[in-house]
């Protein structure tokens, strides 16, 4: 009896000793700034510990008996942490003499999520670029355009009004009133409307971009990538921020943000506002005034509540408003001189000067509600947002000192999506994680294009195009009148099995069901389409050595079709979706303690229905998107960074591409210049290169941060921005010659106050960010001018 009830108790006693317990916390520097790779560890076990991720935060389980808690970080003193309750705030500070006596420190580890879960982009199988909290702050990084400045075979212009984009990546396109080729994606919400995609940046935590077709993870449209934008989540610590700006051209910002605990250690809330003003640096010579002005207001507001230790659901509010100008295009001196040439691809010796002063606006409305927790082996994502954007515009339509027409545009979007994600918990013990779910969306768009005509002139006889006596009309001819509506379901499923220690296989498919509906105001005619997408992804990849991952990857990327307003002799009604196979290989690698990191890709991309743009210039004009049977891109990129000492790095990238049409032919008008837009020559451009892909690029930089007394610091940021050769047609009569930016930044921080100097485009070059080969229509070549050098100072004050 004896014996039975001693080993009761020792049973009893085993498996009191077993209880575990989740902690979860934050940690922090003494200004509130989370602190990503700390870590932590279970005193009572060492051999249990995890690494604080984005925000800071963390959650390791432990025994039911363990009291405290290791927490370390470099240049950090190590603190041990009594354990009070189960969510815990660490504030760590620093140790300026661990640093002193440290040897030259390699790269930390920057955590991405290229595959939704959090994972070190040294071990994760894709071509990605990431930037955490301090490089994107040291950089000045404030857009997606100027992140993109510092990716390999990636280019941004922005042209005719704010929203216009195109972004090029490793070939493939924005298409001009089509669908972005890659997937935007804010805190697990997918922007829907690739016009927002530019939007101002702030209280950030991450930037990521990953290249190749990502459609299995991130959905249609997400061909030749995604960029994961990750910002700051609020916390229990209470934080505030005032930044003031100026610049040349009459730049004038504020911005007051502010962050904290409503209830401690339950509901957390953050908000941030931001104005800007700008009036402009390019002249336009006729009306004698700026043409690039812009005025913008930005409001984010978060609120997250933690729902016991594993689950919390986070609103967020997310709205911005840019009204600028617009359509300040550039032509030959005068239209009407037939012995003065088109405009060449390599003038930039004049500015606009268009009798009409351009106006346009842009706005966003983005709501979410986002509800995230685990379970013993699955963690559980649900996204619903709802997304607003208008886009608008009004301005020159012959871009010249003569009173013809005018022509507005406006497009909107509204889009519902319910997104619900089951994703396996990571564990060293596991072989086999997963990622599955499913999507609804449905989004409804209008375009419209209308052209006011000068009555002075149309109906004066054809005689007087002079701007002092236009009077355009008040009753515009309707170009595009179109309600579109896409409503797709879709469902995933991607994998991670590791074959051997070394070997990860991984597979994934989603299926998409489209629903696409075209309703013509201008025919009162109603079209349907639907169509059922497979995108499947596989990679395999071997870990060599810890230092050293060699992988493959195969994908299948979809860019949904749609409605153009009537067919005409250059594209049809209706333009096909466009489908990539691409195919890469990679290889990442590290050198001398993390001191040097080389990673380089190869890749080829077969393309079936490749989308471009093209317009009828009829009055009014018509816009539409058509398609290139096949096409090939193949490229090579290499990526660098070398950190020369703890307080200086530097980095660099190379990008090589080669776009080929395959079979496509390309229907030039012949006889525009007599009002005939019916005439027309087909012309086989199989063998042409690829519009808009730029054949290499070049960046190279520096970063430096290091202390100048107590509570002092500097850090200096240098970033040379090289593009290759591209062309703007299909026919290659036009083309942008290479060019090179150069942007730099010089912050100093002293206790809370920070104050930054900047410079962007600092030799001033000129380039095209648009150029329109319109002298087939009857027309001249027209040209969107860059931005001049720019140059300001940000102060913050933090409290």
């Not at 009070?84 to 440290?102: K, P, R």
């Not at 290499?638 to 032919?665: M, P, Q, R």
Request: charged share 20%.
């Amino acid at each position: 009896m004896k014996k039975l009830i001693l080993l009761f108790v020792f049973i009893s006693q085993v498996c009191i000793a077993q209880q575990k317990k989740d902690i979860e916390g934050v940690v922090a520097d003494k200004l509130g700034d989370p602190i990503v790779g700390a870590t932590i560890i279970d005193k009572s076990e060492p051999t249990n510990g995890v690494v604080s991720g984005f925000d800071g935060q963390f959650t390791i389980s432990i025994a039911e008996s363990s009291k405290e808690l290791e927490v370390s970080f470099l240049g950090f003193k190590t603190q041990i942490i009594t354990i009070e309750s189960n969510f815990l705030n660490v504030i760590l500070n620093e140790d300026a003499e661990q640093l002193e006596g440290v040897t030259v420190q390699g790269f930390e580890s920057v955590a991405g999520k290229a595959r939704v879960r959090i994972q070190a982009i040294q071990s994760s199988p894709e071509t990605t670029v990431a930037l955490n909290s301090s490089s994107i702050e040291t950089s000045g990084i404030n857009n997606i355009q100027a992140f993109t400045s510092q990716i390999s075979n990636v280019s941004f212009n922005q042209a005719q009004q704010p929203g216009v984009n195109f972004l090029t990546v490793r070939g493939i396109s924005q298409i001009r009133n089509g669908e972005s080729p890659v997937a935007v994606v804010i805190d697990g919400m997918t922007l829907p409307d690739a016009s927002a995609m530019n939007m101002s940046l702030y209280d950030l935590e991450l930037l990521e971009f990953v290249k190749g077709p990502q459609g299995t993870l991130y959905g249609k449209n997400a061909i030749a990538g995604a960029i994961n934008i990750t910002t700051k989540d609020p916390t229990n610590i209470n934080k505030n921020k005032f930044t003031l700006s100026t610049g040349n051209g009459g730049l004038f910002g504020l911005g007051l943000s502010s962050s904290g605990a409503v209830v401690k250690n339950k509901l957390y809330y953050s908000i941030t506002g931001r104005y800007k003003t700008f009036n402009g640096l390019i002249n336009n010579t006729f009306l004698n005034e700026k043409v690039d002005f812009s005025k913008e207001y930005n409001v984010r507001a978060k609120l997250k509540y933690r729902i016991g230790i594993h689950w919390s659901a986070t609103l967020v509010q997310d709205n911005f408003k840019v009204n600028a100008g617009g359509n300040y295009y550039i032509t030959k001196t005068d239209i009407l001189d037939p012995s003065i040439p088109v405009l060449a691809d390599d003038d930039y010796s004049r500015e606009p000067f268009g009798d009409i002063q351009g106006d346009s606006e842009l706005s966003n409305s983005l709501s979410s509600f986002k509800i995230e927790g685990s379970l013993e082996n699955v963690k559980i994502q649900s996204v619903t947002s709802y997304n607003a954007t208008k886009r608008y515009y009004i301005g020159e339509n012959d871009y010249s000192q003569y009173a013809f027409s005018k022509v507005s545009q406006q497009s909107n979007s509204n889009t519902f999506s319910q997104e619900i994600r089951l994703i396996s918990k990571d564990k060293e013990s596991t072989k086999l994680n997963y990622n599955f779910g499913g999507l609804f969306q449905n989004s409804k768009r209008y375009l419209n294009t209308y052209t006011f005509l000068n009555r002075t002139y149309y109906e004066g006889g054809f005689l007087d195009p002079s701007a002092a006596n236009a009077d355009y009309s008040t009753d515009p001819l309707i170009g595009n009148d179109d309600n579109n509506t896409i409503q797709t379901l879709a469902g995933f499923a991607f994998f991670d099995y590791k074959l051997t220690k070394k070997i990860t296989l991984s597979a994934g498919v989603r299926i998409d069901y489209d629903k696409l509906q075209n309703k013509s105001k201008i025919n009162d005619s109603t079209l349907n389409n639907n169509i059922t997408v497979w995108q499947p992804k596989l990679s395999l990849s071997y870990q060599l050595t810890e230092k050293i991952l060699a992988y493959a990857n195969y994908g299948r990327g979809y860019r949904s079709g749609g409605f153009n307003s009537e067919a005409t002799v250059k594209f049809d009604k209706t333009y096909d979706p466009e489908f990539t196979n691409s195919y890469e290989i990679g290889i990442k690698t590290s050198f001398l303690n993390n001191r040097i990191i080389f990673n380089n890709s190869l890749y080829l991309i077969d393309f079936e229905n490749q989308q471009q743009y093209t317009f009828i210039p009829v009055t009014p004009s018509v816009l539409g998107i058509y398609n290139f049977e096949e096409a090939r891109i193949s490229g090579f990129e290499s990526e660098i960074k070398f950190k020369a000492t703890n307080y200086l790095d530097f980095f660099a990238s190379f990008g090589f591409n080669s776009g080929e049409i395959k079979k496509g032919v390309y229907n030039k008008l012949t006889n525009s210049a007599n009002f005939d837009y019916e005439t027309h020559e087909t012309i086989d451009v199989s063998g042409n290169a690829s519009p808009y892909s730029v054949k290499s690029t070049i960046q190279f930089g520096a970063n430096s941060y290091f202390s100048i007394g107590e509570k002092s610091d500097m850090s200096l940021h240098l970033n040379l921005d090289s593009r290759g050769k591209q062309y703007w047609d299909p026919l290659e009569e036009y083309v942008q010659n290479p060019y090179t930016l150069v942007n730099a930044r010089v912050k100093f921080n002293y206790n809370k106050i920070g104050l930054a100097f900047w410079a962007n485009n600092i030799l001033d070059t000129k380039y095209n960010q648009e150029f329109f080969p319109t002298a087939e229509f009857g027309f001249n070549n027209i040209r969107f001018p860059n931005v001049p050098v720019t140059v300001g100072i940000d102060l913050s004050y933090k409290f």
